[in-house]
């Protein structure tokens, strides 16, 4: 289960990445595009200290391309590379945002999510002591295999897809979703949102 706080943020996450895309290697789009949300789905953080969302994002005359993020209270060692900015939360302060596709957190959640079937969280307010559902924008299915889930995460290669390698999985995070990206084999985590009718593979996971 996801907690949301009825927030702002400053800059947005739409504004961060508006930034941060146009540097990424597998990123398809003009620079300076306006970005635009398309969907987004969440996973839980079982210790409740980082947030972890996925964003799907177009821009013009350029393919969806998605964006796993994790929103931490402290910067994450080893990381700077990754970051894609920093923002204040109105309600829990300044908040540190990760490229997640190199967030051990992120790894582990991803593998659950595929390998065990866990899927993603459902998502509350809280309004007045009471949570309300939030609706989701995107629907994820899971092949799910009952293989065990990642272990201490390791290297991140960034090509066409990004590649997480624990000491027990291989994780393929499908960057441009629907848009012919090279097939990986493995278990399989697979979506659709608004305008995308059909489920489309997201990412991949295969013991190692």
């Known amino acids: 289960m996801a907690l949301?706080?009825?927030?702002?943020?400053?800059?947005?996450?739409?504004?961060l990445l508006a930034?941060?895309?146009?540097?990424?290697?597998?990123?398809?789009?003009?620079?300076?595009?306006?970005v635009v949300s398309l969907g987004a789905y969440r996973f839980d953080d079982p210790a409740g200290a980082v947030g972890i969302e996925t964003i799907l994002v177009g821009v013009a005359d350029?393919?969806?391309?998605?964006?796993?993020?994790?929103?931490?209270?402290?910067?994450?060692?080893?990381a700077d590379d990754r970051l894609v900015g920093t923002t204040e939360h109105s309600v829990l302060g300044p908040r540190w945002v990760y490229d997640?596709?190199?967030?051990?957190?992120?790894?582990?959640?991803?593998?659950?999510?595929?390998?065990?079937?866990?899927g993603q969280a459902e998502e509350y307010f809280e309004v007045d002591g009471r949570r309300e559902l939030r609706e989701p924008t995107m629907t994820i299915v899971a092949s799910g295999t009952g293989a065990p889930?990642?272990?201490?995460?390791?290297?991140?290669?960034?090509?066409?897809a990004t590649l997480i390698l624990t000491d027990s999985?291989?994780?393929v995070v499908v960057r441009r979703p629907g848009a012919?990206?090279?097939?990986?084999?493995?278990?399989?985590?697979?979506?659709?949102?608004?305008?995308?009718?059909t489920t489309v593979p997201l990412a991949y996971a295969r013991p190692r």
């Open 100 to 118: 997640g596709c190199a967030d051990p957190v992120y790894a582990v959640a991803l593998a659950h999510a595929i390998l065990a079937g866990t």
């Open 169 to 171: 999985v291989e994780l």
């Open 180 to 197: 012919g990206a090279a097939d990986a084999a493995g278990a399989v985590l697979s979506g659709s949102w608004n305008g995308q009718p």
């Open 149 to 160: 889930p990642a272990g201490a995460a390791g290297p991140v290669v960034d090509e066409d």
């Open 62 to 78: 350029g393919p969806v391309h998605q964006v796993p993020l994790t929103y931490r209270a402290e910067p994450l060692d080893g």
């Open 4 to 15: 949301l706080h009825r927030a702002t943020l400053r800059p947005s996450k739409i504004d």
């Open 19 to 34: 930034t941060w895309l146009p540097g990424r290697p597998w990123y398809r789009g003009p620079a300076g595009a306006d």
